[in-house]
């Protein structure tokens, strides 16, 4: 699986949690651009990416997260945060 792959099913999944359909994001995207999103046909901008979470009303994050997750079911989320936190603190020193 591609990680565009991956990220579609979690923008499919944090919409579907939400109540949303793909109409709901017509200020952000077209129906068949969230469409192409969902299917994993196109990669998203960090941009784009950003308005979509906060329509579904999560963190860009957590559709990160959610996406890496998706991608190697071996990982689990407390590891995944454990690792990115401990970069980030790597990164500030």
Known sequence: MEVKQAFGIALRNARVRRGLTQEDFHDISSRTYISTLERGL?????????????????????????????????????SLIRQVQEEMEAASK
């Not at 784009?48 to 998706?70: N, S, W």
């Open 42 to 78: 196109k990669n998203v901008t960090i941009d784009k990416a950003a308005a979509l979470a906060e329509r579904t009303g999560v963190h860009p994050l957590t559709l990160i997260i959610e996406t890496f997750l998706i991608l190697d079911p071996t990982i689990n989320l407390a």
